[in-house]
């Protein structure tokens, strides 16, 4: 049985960090990309770059743990979103629907 599971999440002030985990089990997971998406109230699936100019988002992998870590650092009131992993085959990828497997999602609240 697939499975992706979200932890990490709570209420934080701004300006401050916090460390997302996603175990993963029932599939291949080295063979597997897993990417992070956060969902505000009202808003559409945005994915979480890790990439971005601005450096806030730093994303790990423990392949012998079956585990990615998402890293938000200097939280902002408008992180405040459920986060989301989700996995793929191949690379990772910016789109929603190349994901095949997603987690539950873990609430993140920033406080100003």
């Known amino acids: 049985q697939v499975q992706l599971v979200e932890s990490g999440g709570g209420l934080v002030q701004a300006g401050g960090s916090l460390r997302l985990s996603c175990a993963a089990s029932?599939?291949?997971?080295?063979?597997?990309?897993v990417g992070w998406f956060r969902q505000a109230p009202g808003k559409e699936h945005e994915f979480v770059n890790p990439n971005s100019a601005k450096g806030r988002f730093t994303i790990d992998r423990d392949n012998t743990k079956n585990t990615v870590y998402l890293q938000i650092d200097t939280l902002k009131p408008e992180d405040t979103a459920v986060y989301y992993c989700?996995?793929?085959?191949?690379?990772?990828?910016?789109?929603?629907?190349?994901?095949?497997?997603w987690g539950q999602g873990t609430q993140v609240t920033v406080s100003s």
């Open positions: 989700a996995a793929k085959r191949g690379s990772l990828s910016g789109s929603y629907y190349e994901y095949d497997y």
């Open positions: 029932g599939f291949s997971f080295s063979n597997y990309a």
